[in-house]
């Protein structure tokens, strides 16, 4: 069987300047060949190092090393982009920068914590008479927001767990999902990741504003509510650089690729770097280029993770039919499977069985038991007096784009409603916690030019506190060019 050497006969080789044995594997396997081609660049920074007395040199973590190397150059050429870093005219200088910065991450990385732990922030009070699952915890990253059906994950070198016990992600962590299973969880500060039913995948690298993810198989979705972070998501060939809002399906000889909003970097075995901007459906197969397919940009399995706080209480949740239709009243779907929530203030879950409604009241003092509801109508949402926006199913078009434009579609109505959501919520609740917003109500208006960019207009006075954080959020929110400017309404709710 032709196996694949280790990272550590690879560097020893890389080290000797000698492939020795592994010539045949290294002719006949690209990612090996990658592999050793990077190592012999760590191995040449080590000597430098070494060169230097840098003491850490000889603590080094060879099974990291690989990840390092590639994820600081990484950095380093998105500082060029952005222009915090100026780019070298010639491409020898610009790689000698990425080695560079490569070179702190290769020599330092046993130093490094493996998720960094933020400062604390203040935990909320459990209900009277409830006790949750787990104590809040204070950190931001690596949290479990929602586990259903049963997901669990493998620590390195530790057993598998689920993550219906509260227990934090860690690098390294293998994920796993069955038929009913999913797991969301923080991989930053504002990024969380969703991983759906019957998928593999494995936390390569978790850093503050970098997470690697290998895709064996199934699909993971990225959800970026701010404007910092990213995911990258390495399947087969691919690896696809996220920086917004996407989902990432493994299929048969090809990876699908479904960009909400923000942009996405596609790179096929470290090569050419395509970059596509969302709303787009991409296809990435096995043999040749990506590729824009026609089709709506919208994800149907798409949660409201509004409730759901890294800094909030995880609750354990009672089992429920699993042929009921799970919502969060107020925030949409969730999986019939839900055992776990971790969230930052009172809810009600509500499960309706045939005609039958079951409601299920977590942090309000109750205890947590689904008790049915005869009469259906009085089981209709209400909405809590202060909540962050969010979407009526086709909200309101204030004015058609202009005669010569085209109207946007309703799939594309629901999918920028989707996206405005995702990045306004947050101002609206740090509006409210901070008692600048009291009795949110009215529209949120944005004015859209013709090739889809699109500026803060009116505002309702009950949300003028969170004007600044709106108008932020709002210059990465991109419409579907229709040929027409128009106002398009967001009501808050």
């Known amino acids: 069987m032709n196996t694949h050497p280790t990272h550590e006969e690879l560097f020893d080789?890389?080290?000797?300047?000698?492939?020795g044995p592994h010539r045949p594997h290294l002719d006949a396997c690209a990612d090996c060949r990658a592999a050793y081609a990077r190592l012999r660049a760590g191995a040449a920074l080590l000597d430098e190092a070494r060169a230097d007395d840098i003491d850490a040199a000889d603590?080094?973590?060879?099974?990291?090393?690989?990840?390092?190397?590639?994820a600081a150059a990484e950095r380093t050429a998105a500082d060029i982009r952005s222009g915090s870093l100026r780019a070298p005219t010639r491409w020898g200088a610009y790689a000698a920068v990425a080695l560079a910065a490569a070179a702190v991450g290769v020599v330092y990385v046993k130093s490094r914590p493996l998720v960094d732990t933020p400062s604390s922030v203040a935990a909320p009070t459990p209900a009277p008479g409830l006790t949750p699952l787990v104590a809040p915890t204070s950190t931001l990253e690596g949290a479990v927001l929602l586990a259903a059906g049963g997901a669990s994950q493998t620590p390195a070198g530790?057993?598998?767990?689920?993550?219906?016990?509260?227990?934090?992600?860690r690098e390294g962590a293998h994920v796993e999902t069955g038929a009913a299973g999913r797991a969301v969880f923080a991989v930053q500060r504002a990024v969380t990741l969703d991983v759906r039913a019957d998928s593999d995948a494995t936390l390569t690298a978790m850093r503050d504003a970098a997470t690697t993810v290998t895709l064996a198989r199934g699909e993971v979705a990225v959800d970026r509510a701010g404007d910092v972070g990213t995911v990258s998501v390495r399947t087969g060939r691919w690896s696809v650089a996220i920086e917004g809002d996407?989902?990432?399906?493994?299929?048969s000889q090809l990876v699908r690729v479904v960009v909400l909003a923000g942009r996405a970097t596609a790179t096929a075995n470290g090569g050419m770097r395509t970059s596509f901007t969302g709303p787009v459906v991409l296809e990435l197969p096995a043999m040749g280029d990506a590729r824009v397919v026609p089709g709506d940009a919208v994800d149907a399995l798409r949660l409201d993770l509004g409730l759901l706080r890294p800094d909030g209480t995880m609750w354990a949740l009672p089992a429920i039919d699993p042929a009921a239709t799970v919502t969060l009243r107020g925030h949409g779907a969730l999986p019939s499977s839900i055992e776990a929530l971790r969230l930052g203030g009172p809810a009600t879950l509500e499960a309706r069985i045939g005609r039958e409604v079951h409601t299920l009241e977590v942090g309000t003092g109750r205890v947590l038991e689904w008790r049915k509801t005869d009469d259906i109508a009085s089981a209709a949402p209400v909405a809590p007096r202060h909540v962050a926006p969010r979407a009526l199913p086709t909200p309101a078009v204030a004015a058609a784009p202009a005669p010569e434009g085209r109207d946007l579609t309703q799939p594309e109505i629901r999918a920028m409603s989707n996206t405005i959501r995702r990045r306004i919520s947050h101002c609206f609740v740090r509006c409210v916690e901070t008692n600048q917003c009291r009795e949110t109500h009215g529209v949120v208006v944005f004015n859209v030019s013709a090739d889809g960019a699109t500026a803060l207009g009116a505002i309702d006075p009950s949300v003028a506190a969170a004007r600044a954080c709106l108008a932020h959020q709002t210059q990465f929110v991109r419409f579907p060019a229709t040929g027409g400017s128009f106002p398009f309404q967001f009501p808050i709710r």
Not at 13 to 19: C, V
Not at 158 to 169: C, K, L, P, Q, Y
């Open 59 to 70: 603590d080094i973590d060879w099974g990291r090393i690989d990840g390092a190397i590639q």
């Open 246 to 251: 996407a989902t990432v399906r493994a299929e």
């Open 13 to 19: 080789a890389a080290a000797d300047g000698a492939i």
């Open 158 to 169: 530790a057993a598998s767990v689920r993550f219906s016990g509260g227990v934090s992600v």
